[in-house]
């Protein structure tokens, strides 16, 4: 379903003229990003927290910021300000999501306030960049220069992060099988 997503906002993309594609972007990872915060905060204020939505939260913010990363590396062309910390986020992103699959679940690897605050600055970040290109003359140079500085601070949460997970990953691989 990615690549349906992905397909959909390239065709966004080649539809309407760069500005407006990336107000329409801005818009609808915006509105994805507000509505994923609360939908969170309400179901912990409210006592609806499940095993399937603890289960899914991740997975559709990872699935934001991929789509998302997408798109950037497409419409920055490729720019290594853009591409590069993208692929530190994606790559960090998959090997966690297959460490936690191999240990299944291990309490080891819940999300820490830490992941909270690199999403945060992810989706931000992505929102900027998102923003910088309708905006015109200082103001948009401001929002660009800001979305880099933001996705780089990304970038560096992210893998610091996955270090994190990865190092109490393999102790507890280590513990439980005696390696």
Known sequence: TTEIYILCLQEVLRIFDRMEAQWIAF???????????????LARRWGQVSGFGRMLDPIADKAMVVIAGAVLTNLYDLRGVVLIPIVLILLREVMVSGLREYLKGAKIL??????????????????????????????????LYAGYALLWLAAFLTVATGWDYFRKGVAHIRATEGS
């Open 27 to 41: 818009w609808i990872f915006s509105v994805a990003a507000i509505t994923d915060f609360f939908d969170g905060w």
């Open 110 to 143: 819940d999300v820490t306030f830490m992941a909270k605050i690199k999403t945060t600055v992810q989706l931000l970040a992505i929102g900027a960049l998102f923003l910088a290109g309708p905006l015109t003359g200082a103001p948009g140079q401001f929002v």
